[in-house]
């Protein structure tokens, strides 16, 4: 009996030794609920020692992990706190919070907010690892976490405003509106920069609890305001290339501008036939043309050429790697950033006028309703008979047909090296019946489109009229007419036929290789709380049938009221973003099932893998391997997506440094989106946007009603709504922060003549700085397909650009 008490005194005392033992383990992972531990690893910052004892620790690790008080995960355990740990990339959206978008989110997942403390340093941009609580701690329940480990850092450098504090050192501002940091400078790393002056800082240590970030001048851009500074420091920004490498120039000069007869000989000779370009007054780079033929049949056959560029830029050469890496040319407002240098894309490569150039062709022979009769595709040579501008070409098909104007075959001496044209009447009548013919079937095959689903966004391209130094005297809206439809609908028709035409060479799967541009069908999700926002405007969206044609319905319905632009800003924002794929799934916004980039490889390199492509199996080859080219396309996504975010920044500076002009004025606008931090509001006389800050409105105390798209007061009730005619007075322009600050003077009611509702001036608490709401600004890629070109180094008009 002695015994057998003296064995259960030892097992109790055996089970308390384990029991405490794993409840120190237990609390150890609670303090450092945050981190997680390998075996190894935990054993040594709890200081075990010997073999016997850390085998000891396993088991109990293991015991508790089999309870399900510690999870595993990559060989490490961590205490299960009821936090989700997830990683994603943080954007830093204010200066009192962030949200983390999750990497593999879910359909319907949000982002999960952050606040500014719980960053652990991040910046905007990073890839970092959170842990999601359990519940929202915020009124709007939004999933909320904290960021527990910076996986990877984005930035290496970054652009900014250097502001000299002492002899011995200064400190960097940057330019990026969600980077809050300032960079601090020592003396002996100032690189010869001066106060004031726009910078290239190189980041030489991360922010870390307690301490500041530290970054060395790399490169002085010169002094900030200074319109090319301004422009560098926007391509900088982006990490987007402002010069071309030396052996790339000298490639590009030493290819011969001279056209080998031999080459000629390989070429379907279109120099015979008429053929001209219609680009903007101010481009230099004419990367495609039409020719047109009256057939006996009374058939039309028409060329849809464009510039040979891969005849001249061969792979694996310094010119193709530099096009690659570009993989697009890039618009800014007052200069074009070519992705080939000026030999190719304005030279030998750009159809102009009076020249025999090398082309990559697709011909087509239509009846008088469009519908293709024949087509080919394959390498020619063509002469431009002349170049027109849009606005050259818009008055001749405003202008009325005569019988005088009639097609008739006449004779003309021909040119040297040419075989006589088929059509040759004098230009001031022939070409009115050439652009009215082509015109005539260009609306019947957008019809078809519109037909067969294509969504029809009319949206606004912002343009500029600048002095020669680059200020902007005045900022309006580009009206698109007859002459850019035109163009793209032949645009449009070589690139959808080029792709049918690839993927129909080979009948069976794997089908061959091709680069497409793609366009997803609308998320329902995102589609139904556009739907329910048109309905407070009594505009109905239908999101369960034919969603391309209710839409299209609306954007008729809406046109010309005062929120048609508003609207179909939404009406984009709630798409998916075109891209470049392997993967031939069509394009939504087209209605097409199978469309590519075909026309327009001087300034994007996926027109360059097509026109590689088309001329491989054109050759009879086998198809190549499809990852390689899905790599090259989703590099191409990403830089152009780079391209657009450097757009719309040169765009907003101009519109700041425009609106400078104008502090003090009083403008009609619309509210274009609500936060918690402010009201934007959108100017249409200016093509400008602003915003009220809440911390400004004195009458009341405004909170956001998200769902809704909507402020309320909390002590009046009134109420401010995505879409309201508001009255607003431009306080301030800030260029360097590339913002406009608003007064609020009145909501206005609907009609020609409104009422206003003044706001009163009493003061009352701040509006709060913590979440983005409803109708928060995400830009779009805008444009289109016809509007795609502007000269090297001149002062062309900025415009927003669509890439379908």
Same mark, same amino acid.
């Given at each position: 009996m002695k015994k057998n008490s003296q064995e =259960?005194?030892?097992?109790? =005392?055996? !089970?308390? &030794?384990?029991?405490?033992? =794993?409840?120190?383990? +237990?609390?150890?992972? #609670?303090? @450092?609920? @945050?981190?997680?531990?390998?075996?190894?690893?935990?054993? #040594? %910052?709890? #200081?075990?020692?010997? =073999?016997?004892? %850390? $085998?000891?620790?396993?088991?109990?690790? !293991? $015991?508790? +992990?089999? #309870?399900?008080?510690?999870? &595993?995960e990559n060989g490490k355990y961590q205490i299960d706190t009821g936090l989700k740990f997830r990683t994603g990339r943080l954007e830093h959206v204010n200066k009192n919070f962030g949200f983390v978008v999750l990497d593999n989110a879910q359909e319907g997942e949000a982002d999960v907010y952050v606040p500014t403390e719980n960053l652990n340093t991040a910046l905007d941009g990073d890839q970092v690892k959170i842990s999601i609580w359990k519940g929202s701690r915020r009124s709007n329940f939004r999933p909320e976490g904290e960021v527990i480990e910076v996986v990877q850092r984005i930035r290496k450098e970054l652009v900014g405003t250097f502001e000299q504090m002492s002899p011995k050192y200064g400190f960097v501002y940057p330019d990026n509106r969600r980077v809050y940091n300032s960079f601090f400078v020592r003396s002996e790393d100032f690189n010869g920069v001066q106060d004031g002056q726009k910078v290239i800082v190189e980041i030489t240590k991360f922010p870390t609890e307690g301490q500041r970030a530290e970054g060395k001048v790399k490169i002085v851009l010169g002094d900030a305001g200074d319109n090319d500074t301004e422009m560098h420091a926007i391509l900088a920004e982006f990490g987007l290339p402002n010069e071309f490498p030396a052996q790339v120039d000298a490639e590009a000069n030493a290819i011969s501008e001279k056209i080998q007869i031999k080459e000629i000989k390989k070429r379907r000779d279109f120099r015979p036939i008429t053929t001209f370009t219609i680009d903007p007054a101010d481009a230099k780079d004419f990367d495609d043309a039409l020719s047109i033929e009256y057939l006996d049949n009374g058939n039309i056959r028409v060329g849809v050429h464009i510039a040979d560029v891969t005849h001249y830029i061969q792979p694996n050469t310094e010119l193709e790697k530099e096009a690659y890496m570009r993989a697009t040319s890039v618009y800014l407002v007052d200069r074009t950033v070519p992705m080939l240098p000026e030999k190719l894309s304005n030279n030998l490569c750009s159809l102009r006028p009076n020249e025999d150039k090398l082309t990559f062709s697709a011909v087509f022979e239509l009846d008088e309703q469009a519908r293709i009769k024949e087509e080919w595709f394959g390498r020619t040579i063509i002469h431009s008979d002349r170049r027109f501008s849009y606005e050259e070409a818009q008055e001749l098909l405003e202008s009325e047909l005569t019988p005088d104007t009639e097609v008739e075959v006449q004779s003309q001496e021909p040119v040297k090296g040419r075989k006589k044209k088929a059509t040759a009447l004098p230009p001031s009548t022939n070409f009115t019946q050439h652009l009215h013919v082509l015109n005539d079937l260009a609306k019947k095959l957008r019809d078809e489109r519109f037909r067969k689903g294509a969504v029809n966004f009319e949206t606004v391209e912002v343009k500029f009229r600048l002095d020669e130094n680059g200020k902007p005297l005045e900022v309006y809206q580009k009206v698109r007419k007859d002459a850019h439809k035109l163009i793209?609908?032949?645009?449009?028709?070589?690139?959808?036929?080029?792709?049918? &035409?690839?993927? @129909?060479?080979?009948? !069976?799967?794997?089908?061959?290789?091709m680069v497409y541009r793609i366009h997803e069908a609308p998320d329902k999700d995102r589609l139904k709380t556009f739907a329910d926002f048109a309905l407070r405007f009594g505009y109905q969206v239908n999101v369960e049938g034919n969603i391309s044609s209710s839409l299209n319905n609306m954007m008729t319905a809406v046109e010309g009221k005062p929120e048609q632009n508003l609207m179909e800003n939404l009406a984009i924002r709630t798409m998916a973003k075109a891209r470049y794929s392997t993967e031939e799934i069509g394009h939504f916004g087209l209605a097409f099932s199978h469309y590519s980039h075909f026309t327009s490889p001087i300034r994007r390199y996926p027109d360059m893998m097509a026109h590689r492509l088309l001329q491989h199996y054109l050759d009879g080859k086998e198809s190549p391997n499809k990852n390689e080219f899905e790599g090259r396309c989703k590099h191409s996504s990403e830089r152009e997506k780079m391209a657009a975010e450097a757009e719309r920044a040169s765009i907003k500076y101009k519109q700041v440094e425009f609106m400078q002009t104008r502090e003090g004025e009083v403008f009609t606008g619309m509210v274009s989106g609500v936060t918690e931090f402010g009201v934007f509001v959108e100017i249409k006389e200016t093509a400008s946007e602003g915003m009220v800050r809440l911390s400004e409105l004195k009458d009341d105390y405004y909170e956001l009603d998200e769902a809704n798209y909507r402020l309320i007061g909390q002590r009046s009730g009134r109420i401010i709504n995505f879409g309201d005619r508001v009255q607003v007075k431009v306080m301030e322009a800030n260029l360097s922060r590339r913002t406009i600050d608003l007064e609020l003077l009145g909501i206005m009611s609907t009609g020609e003549a409104p009422r206003m509702k003044p706001l009163p001036r009493s003061t009352g608490r701040s509006g709060r700085n913590e979440s983005r709401g409803g109708g928060g600004r995400k830009s779009s890629s805008r444009g289109n397909e016809s509007s795609r070109k502007s000269g090297n180094g001149g002062k062309p008009e900025a415009k927003g650009r669509k890439r379908r």
């Open positions: =259960k005194h030892t097992a109790s =005392k055996e !089970e308390r &030794f384990i029991t405490q033992l =794993k409840a120190e383990i +237990h609390s150890f992972f #609670d303090i @450092n609920y @945050n981190e997680s531990f390998t075996i190894s690893e935990l054993c #040594d %910052r709890m #200081d075990v020692r010997g =073999k016997s004892l %850390r $085998e000891i620790y396993r088991l109990m690790i !293991e $015991e508790l +992990h089999e #309870d399900g008080k510690l999870l &595993f793209e609908e032949f645009m449009l028709l070589a690139n959808k036929r080029v792709a049918e &035409f690839v993927f @129909n060479l080979r009948k !069976e799967e794997p089908r061959n290789t």
